[in-house]
């Protein structure tokens, strides 16, 4: 079978996610097999989370804490233009999930001087500046699929869905075979959801 026509891929990540950065590496992995137009954006467990009372007061820190890099990949995003945002997100996520770097300003602009882009947006990480832009995103995101989800929110051919949760994120043809799995259930009309519990935590490889 031939897959000439790069399939439209719509990906909302935060970049604090360790389960989105195992899931973006899967259709990274894909991409390198199968022809797709991947577009990045931007999306937010503080946003999503905010204003729940049955949360303690230490996530609430942490979610506070998350919107930092949210907000540096949205100055990017305004300076730059959409396009940068995917390798950005690789330089984060590098960072915070492989090195386990904290996240504050020095960690950001080591990313975005790696990503090519100006390191003095890492300010942006104590502004509200762009929390209007990141809303915007995270609205556009979550609308497809409802408020019960997380990241990261993926659309295919603008059939949107929560995941695929993964780890390790597969490679070569395991790769490939889950994204022909996640084709057919995006062409299955009324199909909503499968679902079970997670057993491990994530792997990075």
């Known amino acids: ?35 797709l137009e991947l577009r990045w954006h931007l999306m937010s ?3 999503l989370n905010e204003g729940r009372a049955d949360l303690p007061e230490r ?11 949210v907000r540096v990949c949205a100055a990017a995003v305004q300076a730059y233009g959409p396009e940068v945002l995917g390798r ?7 960072r915070f999930h492989l ?3 904290p996240k504050e300003r020095s960690t950001y602009a080591a ?10 947006l890492a300010d942006a990480a104590g502004s509200e500046e762009f929390d209007g832009a990141v809303r915007a995103s995270h609205r556009d995101g979550i609308g497809r699929v409802g408020t019960d989800v997380g990241t990261p929110v993926v659309a ?5 869905f929560f995941g695929p949760v993964v780890t ?14 996640v084709l057919a259930v995006a062409g299955t009309e009324g199909f909503f959801e499968l679902k079970r519990t997670r057993t491990r935590d994530p792997i990075f490889l």
């Open 1 to 35: 079978m031939r897959h000439d026509s790069p399939t439209p891929v719509d990906f909302w990540f935060d970049p604090t996610c360790p389960w989105a950065w195992l899931t973006s590496r899967w259709i990274l992995e894909v991409a390198r097999h199968r022809p």
């Open 45 to 47: 467990l503080t946003v």
């Open 59 to 69: 996530w609430h820190r942490d979610l506070a804490l998350r919107m930092e890099p």
């Open 88 to 94: 950005l997100y690789t330089e984060l996520g590098t």
């Open 99 to 101: 090195e386990k770097a």
């Open 111 to 120: 990313a975005l001087a790696a990503a090519g882009l100006d390191a003095g």
């Open 156 to 160: 295919v051919n603008d059939v949107a």
């Open 168 to 181: 390790p994120a597969p490679r070569g043809e395991a790769a490939v075979k889950l994204w022909d799995g």
